[in-house]
């Protein structure tokens, strides 16, 4: 069986939303100074690199991530290429790509062709889940939507209305999927977020498994 | 057991997964020198923001963890972090022995692996071996917590190595530590995540495992990280289940 790492690395160079800070590390032990082992204190935000939204996030009153049904994140799912997708992938474009009946779509768009994930600097421009796409998921069922860059938001919709259709209709989101190596097709998923309690989101270590080819 | 991914999806329809981690939460037990979980809010919704989004610090060791090579060892091949350890290591079969009878100050001893063997079956490359103390029961956050950083016994150096010799892929425990309290010397730490045998600490609900199950351990990819908060899980037939 092979294995695919779709997570975008935890480090100071993680690219962040604006305006929220890169994770940061002090070393409180090191072998390098005679201490018997190395550890390291992190600060990070909950939406750091790959990760999980929790329905708290944007919908007062909703689950936090410790009550996420890990089923959701682990089991069959389809990596969609919607790598031809100009702005924000559109309802057509789901149409077209014939993706009802999956449970759990990742979304493969220009931001993976671009690597965006892995250049240093935010990028305003990247393709998000426009607000008829995200009306479009709830209507077919999907349980669970993953995206390749940090949000599955249009940067533009200040009132961020593709989060509120999705949560509200209780879809799990990951956000931060590193899906540049990955083609489509049928994988079996694993994504699993640290168990933080009360938190709106926890990173993830997310893969891919398939029979090796 | 999960040599190609369409068993694995065959498997996903009448097992179940059970989480073997504890919840993170602010005054978890913690090694005492380690930085404890913290949370600070960066935006709410109550506040007139968009959305509800909090920042946290934490030790790489917090709650139930995995340890990568370089925590122990300081140079050589085996000196790498969190994000360099092999996924495929971390996906397998787990062997689960409970061995609750040991209390305070006391060694898992290669004996006890070996009679473990005779019974459910021999451990095998690649396996992960979860051992089960019972500490878990300890595990309370605030004050009452303290019990569960007293005494915890751990694996000898012998059952490492014998482990090591097995080429097992993990070897968890649910106590804070693969060494007993008050080691100094850590043998169990340098035997196995010197021959890039990673290690998971504090895990729970071992309980409810059979004596073999499918396993994952994901750390966080954390870049030359020492060690991740790791979200553990297996898959337990559905009659297997006691909960």
Not at chain 1, 183 to 210: H, N
Request: net charge negative; hydrophobic share 40%; with cysteine.
């Amino acid at each position: 069986m092979e294995i695919i790492d779709i997570t975008a690395p935890v480090s100071p160079r993680s690219v962040m939303w604006p305006g929220q800070d890169a994770p940061s590390h002090e070393f409180t032990s090191h072998t390098d100074r005679g201490d018997p082992n190395t550890v390291s204190r992190w600060a990070l935000s909950a939406h750091t690199g790959t990760h999980v939204d929790a329905r708290m996030h944007f919908i007062p009153g909703g689950w936090p991530m410790e009550e996420l049904d890990l089923a959701r994140c682990v089991g069959p799912c389809r990596v969609v290429d919607l790598t031809h997708v100009d702005g924000h992938v559109g309802r057509a474009d789901l149409e077209a790509a014939g993706v009802a009946g999956t449970a759990r779509l990742l979304l493969k768009t220009r931001n993976s062709e671009q690597r965006l994930l892995e250049r240093d600097g935010f990028e305003e421009g990247y393709a998000a889940i426009s607000l008829e796409a995200a009306e479009y998921l709830v209507e077919i069922g999907a349980e669970t939507v993953g995206v390749d860059y940090l949000s599955v938001e249009p940067f533009e919709d200040g009132e961020f209305r593709t989060h509120h259709v999705l949560l509200g209709e209780d879809v799990v989101l990951l956000e931060g999927l590193a899906l540049a190596d990955v083609g489509p097709g049928e994988y079996v998923l694993a994504c699993l977020p640290i168990k933080l309690a009360g938190s709106d989101g926890a990173p993830a270590r997310a893969i891919l498994m398939r029979d090796s080819q | 057991m999960i040599d190609d991914a369409a068993a694995l999806v065959r498997q996903l329809r009448n097992h179940r997964w059970i989480d073997l981690s504890h919840t993170l939460e602010e005054d978890i037990p913690a090694w005492p020198t380690h930085a404890r979980l913290g949370r600070v809010l960066h935006e709410s919704y109550d506040y007139g923001d968009p959305a509800l989004h909090h920042g946290l610090t934490m030790s790489e060791h917090t709650g139930t963890h995995m340890d990568a090579p370089l925590h122990f060892i300081r140079e050589g091949p085996a000196h790498y972090g969190t994000d360099e350890i092999p996924l495929n290591r971390l996906v397998c079969r787990a062997a689960t022995m409970d061995v609750t009878g040991l209390g305070a100050g006391d060694f898992l001893a290669m004996e006890h692996i070996e009679a473990w063997e005779k019974e459910h079956g021999s451990i095998a490359p690649n396996d992960a071996v979860l051992v089960r103390y019972g500490w878990d029961e300890r595990w309370a956050a605030g004050p009452e917590g303290r019990r569960f950083l007293e005494d915890w016994p751990g694996l000898s150096g012998d059952a490492a190595e014998y482990l090591v010799e097995k080429g097992v892929s993990l070897v968890g425990c649910d106590t804070l530590a693969v060494d007993a309290a008050g080691s100094e010397t850590n043998p169990a730490h340098h035997a196995l995540l010197g021959n890039e045998v990673y290690v998971v600490e504090n895990l729970k609900n071992l309980d409810v495992l059979p004596p073999f199950a499918l396993f994952l351990a994901l750390p966080l990819k954390i870049k030359g990280g020492s060690g991740s908060p790791v979200r553990a899980v297996a898959l337990v037939p559905e009659e297997d289940v006691e909960v």
